[in-house]
């Protein structure tokens, strides 16, 4: 091999530029991002609601000795809890030996809902030879992607007397499916002229459930009744039961590999599954003597509102009551605390070149993605994470050899987005964004790279170890 010459080493040492992990890594190194995705694939596979993620992760979590906490218990050094909030929401916690009021927690935040398609509380209706269920969607979802697509049904059922009766049909390989009907392009030429966004109504995702009348010519609606009856043999419940339930519809499809090589991952949900299982694995795997938090929030989607969301106050309560039972200033530990807000990102996409900047792009297996700022139109409503917080992430990084990439969602005034990075950090916490780039952001079908799966569980490692 001939010598560098003087430019080509100046260039290396002075220019940046992305690295492919793939291309990085050491065969070891690939079978070690090939294994996580297995364990990945399996906590999606049960987790394709937050009430579900939350029953898996509290599984996981008691696997590995955390045991529940509930608020006003008391709390020591050396502690591993979780707080089950109302079964959507996980907060899980280790007490470590360094001062807290000095090294402060170290918290990795996530959530565990995804883009869905919730039934309404009077949802069933018949017509036509066929019995529906009537629908509001949930989060951000392009409506004509639920279209014809086999779907599952999760959730749950609270009965008249109290009851609660899980539901959960589509995903075992002889279960019935659900199934939302479209248009045939014989008959769809005016539909074609539509926009995208309008082509679908939101009243017209009603859910396909059934075809068989009841068999009693003295009633009406004999469809709506043999569903009706179903119901009722298999979990007891009657119509006016929907009232109180939380029932929505989910893809029936399991993560699947993509692609010859295997490279890529397929599935439901990983906004943002794909950073709470990283997250989750993390304070599992490694020892530390800081205090680390994992936070698994519902209702991202929505905004983060509520009991359950991001910006309800069980956090700082949860902070709150860790501090009291040490003898030790909630504020001051605050001020000390570190927190990566974890969240998918757009990955690159030279299908629709148009919408991104290449060069402030994530790039797809170049690793987990931070986000210094999110936002739309000028940065509107983003934790804007400082330039020194910035570099003690990088340093980090560095030192622990995680390979990353830094990016922003798109081009200046394409559109934007934000997460739950400015709620935490209102709470007078550094926090900055951080997450696996992803593909065909809240289809019923995303994509991401296994490699930045293990990339973004890395760089989790780095920061609380
Ligand atoms: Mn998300
Ligand atoms: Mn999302």
């Known amino acids: 091999m001939t010598e560098k010459t003087n430019g080509q080493k100046m260039l290396e040492t002075l220019s ?48 590995a000795g955390y045991t529940e906490y509930k608020l006003g218990q008391s709390i020591a050094v050396g502690d591993k809890k979780y707080l089950n909030q109302h079964g959507k929401c996980l907060i899980a916690f280790r007490i470590g030996t360094d001062d807290i009021e000095r090294e402060g927690i170290r918290i990795l935040a996530a959530h565990i809902d995804s883009p869905r398609i919730d039934l309404k509380q009077i949802p069933m209706y018949e017509e036509a030879g066929m019995c529906f269920l009537k629908t509001h969607y949930y989060g951000g979802v392009k409506k004509y992607q639920w279209t014809a697509i086999p779907l599952a049904l999760h959730g749950v059922v609270v009965k008249a007397d109290g009851e609660v009766v899980k539901i959960s049909v589509g995903e075992g390989e002889n279960d019935p499916i659900f199934y939302i009907n479209d248009l045939l392009p014989h008959l769809g030429a005016k539909q074609s002229q539509e926009p995208l966004g309008t082509a679908i109504k939101g009243e017209n995702l009603n859910i396909l459930i059934g075809g068989l009348p009841y ?92 009991l359950t969301g991001m910006q309800s106050d069980i956090l700082v309560d949860v902070i709150n009551e860790i501090c009291r039972n040490l003898g030790k200033n909630s504020a001051v530990v605050r001020s ?95 926090t900055v964004d951080l997450g696996v780039p992803v593909l065909s952001m809240h289809a019923p079908y995303e994509v991401v790279s296994k490699a930045d799966v293990y990339s973004t569980y890395e760089a989790f490692v780095a920061f609380i170890k």
């Open 215 to 306: 068999d009693d010519d003295d009633v009406s609606d004999k469809i709506k009744l043999t569903a009706l009856s179903i119901l009722n043999d298999s979990y007891g419940i009657t119509e006016e039961d929907f009232i109180s339930a939380e029932l929505s519809l989910v893809p029936a499809f399991k993560a699947r590999d993509i692609g010859f090589d295997r490279a890529l991952l397929a599935a439901y949900g990983h906004d943002d599954k794909v950073c709470s299982y990283p997250a989750l694995t993390a304070l599992t795997d490694t020892e530390t003597k800081k205090s680390v938090m994992v936070v698994l929030a519902d209702k991202e989607e929505i905004g983060s509102v509520g």
């Open 336 to 430: 000390a605390s570190k927190c990566l807000s974890a969240d998918v990102t757009a990955a690159y996409d030279p299908n629709f070149a148009d919408v991104y900047e290449k060069r402030n792009s994530a790039i797809v297996s170049c690793g987990t993605t931070m986000s210094k700022y999110t936002g739309a139109r000028g940065k509107s409503s983003t934790n804007d994470a400082s330039a020194e917080f910035v570099g003690f992430i990088r340093r980090l990084f560095a030192e622990n050899g995680v390979i990353w990439q830094t990016a922003e969602l798109g081009k200046v005034d394409a559109g934007g987005g934000g997460t739950v990075a400015m709620y935490i950090a209102n709470h007078n916490i550094e």
């Open 16 to 63: 940046y530029s992305k690295k492919n992990i793939y291309e990085e890594a050491s065969v070891e190194k690939i079978k070690a991002i090939s294994d996580y995705s297995e364990g990945y694939k399996s906590y999606l596979d049960s987790s394709k609601t937050e009430r579900e993620a939350t029953e898996t992760s509290i599984a996981m979590l008691e696997k």
